[in-house]
Structure formats: structure tokens, C-alpha cells
């Protein structure tokens, strides 16, 4: 089945913590991003990779890293979590630079305590 | 600066009732216009990407169109099951950022 795969799905943690969400995508895409989602703001963009070893930050990278050493994984790394990080984050993958539709992770809720 | 609105915020409908799901977007040049549907706790699910003015796409009850300016999702005779968060995304030319707006609500009652 194609899919992307997010863990973990629930993870709370205290701050300054470090952290890693895993994705990983099982269609050969070369387009992966993260997403966090808030109330009222709706989904922001972190990060984004065109292809392996190549990221670029989205629209509130600030907090965050990314590395793209396989075509399959995309980690989202949190190196010292604040409270301000809550959230809920979703890992997508898409074939052609993003040009096609996403396919979307189930998503990981974050809590920063 | 790129932007994408959605109205309404939420809407509730009887069993039935068409209505219509509008987008508007503020970009230099579209390379794609995404919609999709998100059920609560899930992650979003592709619907249709549109590229071009005048473009429709349809898939069972949904009908997408796309002018210059704006998008319109239009449901016809919904159904509960249709019930979900529809979200409106861009991507500019020149840029492989995509930008998101914040989602219509919609309840179809029985």
C-alpha cells in the first residue's frame, strides 16, 4: 500500500529535549515536506526537499532541521524543543516537485511541556 | 506577498443542499491550485489539482473550477459522509513552497 509513514503518532516531552519525528515514504517520491498544524493558522510549512540531500526551508523553519540522506526518510529534528513547538505535524510526499497532489503521514501530535 | 483565503470559515447543510467552497489566491504566477480533504485526527486527503483558468475537475459529488483569481469547490446533493475540513492550497511558479489556507468546515446534517 502507498503511504507515509509518521512516528511517533502521540509524543510528549519537556524543553529543551532533543527529538526526532521519522517520515518515510514508500512510492519513490522525490518531493517531501513537513507541516505543522495550529488552530486558526491552518497548515504552515517547515521544511521541504526537491530530492536527496537537497532541503529548503518553508515557511517557519525557525526551531527546526531537516535531512534528506535517502530518498525514502525525511527526519524532522527538534534540537531543543520549546513550548511554543506545540503542535500537531504532518509529514507529506509527492512525485514531480510537488506539482502532483500530496500523500499525506497520519500525523504526530507534539506537546512541549 | 502569496497568499490564499478561504470563505467560509464553516458551513452547515441539510442532506441535499448544494452549496459552494470558495478559494481566492494572491500569487505572482500559479504553478497549481491543490484541494483537500481532511477528516479530524487524519492528515489530509488529495481531492484535484487545477493549472490553468478554466480548468474543471470533477469526482463524485465535487465539482472543482479555477478562474484567474479564485477557486470554487462545489458539492451537489452532499451527503453526511461529505462532512470534513476542505483545504485550498498553492504553489507558485518560480517556487516550490506551497502555501495553504485555513480550511472551510463542512457539517451536512441528515
Known amino acids: 500500500e502507498a503511504q507515509v509513514t509518521q512516528n511517533p503518532r502521540y509524543l510528549i516531552t519537556v524543553t529543551g529535549k532533543k527529538l526526532t519525528v521519522t517520515c518515510s515514504q514508500n512510492m519513490n517520491h522525490e518531493y517531501m515536506s513537513w507541516y505543522r498544524q495550529d488552530p486558526g493558522l491552518g497548515l504552515r510549512q517547515i521544511y521541504y526537499s526537491m530530492n536527496v540531500e537537497v532541503t529548503d526551508k518553508g515557511d517557519v523553519p525557525e526551531g527546526y532541521k531537516v535531512s534528506r540522506k535517502e530518498k525514502r526518510n525525511f527526519p524532522l529534528i527538534l534540537e531543543s524543543p520549546s513550548p511554543n513547538q506545540t503542535s500537531l505535524y504532518f509529514c507529506?510526499?509527492?512525485?514531480?516537485?510537488?506539482?502532483?497532489?500530496?500523500?499525506f503521514g497520519s500525523g504526530t501530535r507534539l506537546t512541549v511541556v | 506577498e502569496d497568499q490564499v483565503t478561504q470563505s467560509p470559515e464553516a458551513l452547515r447543510l441539510q442532506e441535499g443542499e448544494s452549496s459552494s467552497l470558495n478559494c481566492s489566491y494572491t500569487v505572482s504566477g500559479l504553478r497549481g491550485l491543490f484541494w483537500y480533504r481532511q477528516d479530524p485526527g487524519k492528515g489530509p486527503e488529495f481531492l484535484f489539482t487545477l493549472y490553468s483558468a478554466g480548468e474543471e475537475k470533477e469526482k463524485e459529488r465535487l465539482k472543482a473550477t479555477l478562474t484567474k483569481k479564485e477557486s470554487f469547490l462545489h458539492i451537489t446533493a452532499p451527503k453526511p459522509e461529505d462532512s470534513a475540513t476542505y483545504l485550498c492550497?498553492?504553489?507558485?511558479?518560480?517556487?516550490?513552497?506551497?502555501?495553504f489556507g485555513t480550511g472551510t468546515r463542512l457539517k451536512v446534517l441528515a
Open positions: 507529506a510526499s509527492s512525485a514531480l516537485k510537488g506539482v502532483y497532489g500530496y500523500t
Open positions: 492550497a498553492v504553489q507558485a511558479s518560480g517556487t516550490y513552497k506551497y502555501i
